[in-house]
């Protein structure tokens, strides 16, 4: 990847870089939304809680509660905090589960190639060879054309580490062959939650043209003012 990088022209990577995207609110939105804290503290309150919710499975499976009367406060009071912390986690889990889950429903509509192509064939009449694009999903359209998308930045994934991306994208359109830009919808709302100055260049010198609708995403296609 570094080797890449220098060969654009831009700064090596270091390994937290690599590895922040990964964790970060933004990796892969619409796609894969992993929302995962960065701070170590977050984890630490994970595992102390399956520790905890020990004791109070342990309470429950040794039905030490039919003798509720005869033990101490104190273990009652482990076990109650365990048994909280086991709900925590089991409530943790099942979002866990529900959320890859809907993920997976979001992926399925990009598992029939047969609709890709039908998409990849709309997308190669409507934009022009050569023209930038980037965002999410803009990358595997303009494989199946076998294009470049002539943007060093192309999902995002980068934002939170590198902030400067977008302002990298700027730069880019500003020097592009082509004067347009394909990307969608969910990617215009991050550039311009992430950086309002850049939107602000991006809308003041295009304008939109075309859009394609294809599952529950709007494929956008810009001209230059």
């Known amino acids: 990847m570094n080797l890449y990088n220098?060969?654009?022209?831009?700064?090596?990577?270091?390994?937290?870089d690599f590895l922040v995207p990964l964790l970060s609110s933004n990796y892969m939105e619409g796609i894969l939304h992993l929302d995962m804290p960065l701070y170590p503290c977050a984890y630490m309150a994970v595992i102390l809680s399956a520790y905890f919710g020990q004791h109070g499975l342990t309470f429950i499976r040794s039905k030490e509660w039919k003798n509720f009367g005869k033990i101490s406060s104190a273990h009652v009071f482990r076990a109650g905090i365990g048994l909280i912390c086991a709900t925590a986690v089991l409530a943790m889990s099942t979002g866990t589960v529900l959320q890859f889950s809907q993920n997976s429903q979001i992926k399925a509509s990009f598992h029939n190639m047969e609709d890709f192509e039908e998409l990849a064939a709309q997308v190669a009449e409507m934009v022009p060879e050569n023209t930038p694009a980037f965002g999410i999903n803009i990358p595997e359209i303009y494989s199946l054309l076998h294009r470049r998308t002539e943007c060093f930045t192309m999902d995002f994934s980068d934002m939170l580490v590198r902030p400067d991306s977008l302002k990298e994208l700027q730069d880019q359109l500003e020097h592009a062959e082509i004067r347009g830009a394909f990307t969608e919808k969910s990617s215009m709302r991050i550039w311009k939650r992430n950086d309002p100055e850049t939107y602000r260049w991006f809308r003041e010198h295009y304008k939109l043209k075309d859009t394609i609708s294809f599952q529950q995403e709007e494929f956008q296609y810009y001209i230059e003012k």
């Open 6 to 16: 220098v060969l654009k022209h831009s700064p090596a990577n270091s390994m937290e």
